[in-house]
């Protein structure tokens, strides 16, 4: 069964702290895995990873995929508080019925002032 | 604009009831997904489609069904079979084959009591 574990599950800090998500997984035909932002409503897309060792960077926020021991983590750093959401791992697979995404359980991070 | 769009955003029903949820996109995207998502929970697939007139189960379809008679239509009827279904429920599209490439609506709170 494709397994999608993230951790912690939720994170209180200060601002300026630097977070580090991590997500691990277990899935048949991985294509790619995916980092989203979700701030009450519709997910938002951050990342996406296909290559081991890469480092994805955006602003303050940076993402790295091992493919040997099949995991990620993101990173944040200066932390603010615009940045509290819930953090989605997702991974993308092929599948004989067509692609689809297996998704964590989210990181709940909370930024306080 | 082009985008997905889901309504309402906050439904209430009786249990017992039948509650059908609605997604339109005019992206020209050819595949259609929905998930459910339970509080401090990640994203699950109930249904997704890649083209008209077809449709596989997600990891939840039980009490779910859906109908694909339009490629910018992708309703989802929530029966009176499904146990539990007070959640928030999120419709995606993205281009075939291309499921890293989701486009989220903004999703429909549905209480059920």
């Known amino acids: 069964e494709d397994k999608v574990v993230q951790s912690p599950l939720s994170l209180v800090v200060h601002e300026g702290d630097t977070v580090t998500l991590n997500c691990s997984y277990e899935v048949t035909n991985f294509r790619s895995l995916l980092w989203y932002k979700q701030e009450k409503k519709a997910p938002t897309f951050l990342f996406m990873l296909?290559?081991?060792?890469i480092e994805k960077k955006s602003g303050r926020l940076s993402s790295i995929l091992d493919k040997k021991e099949l995991f990620s983590i993101l990173n944040i750093t200066a932390t603010q508080t615009g940045d509290s959401a819930v953090y989605l791992c997702a991974v993308s697979k092929e599948e004989t019925s067509g692609s689809r995404l297996t998704f964590g359980e989210g990181t709940q991070l909370t930024v306080n002032p | 604009d082009g985008g997905i769009t889901q309504s309402p955003k906050y439904l209430f029903r009786k249990e017992g009831q039948n509650v059908t949820l609605s997604c339109e996109q005019n992206l020209n995207h050819d595949a259609m997904y929905w998930y459910r998502q339970d509080p401090g929970q990640g994203l699950r697939l109930i249904y997704y489609?890649?083209?008209?007139?077809?449709?596989q189960k997600g990891d939840i379809a039980e009490g779910y069904s859906v109908s694909r008679e339009k490629k910018e239509s992708f309703p989802l009827t929530v029966t009176s079979a499904q146990k539990n279904p007070t959640a928030f429920y999120l419709c995606?599209?993205?281009?075939?084959?291309?499921?890293?490439?989701?486009?989220f609506g903004p999703g429909t709170r549905l209480t059920v009591t």
């Open positions: 296909t290559s081991s060792g």
């Open positions: 995606a599209s993205s281009i075939r084959h291309r499921s890293y490439e989701q486009y």
């Open positions: 489609s890649q083209i008209v007139n077809d449709f």
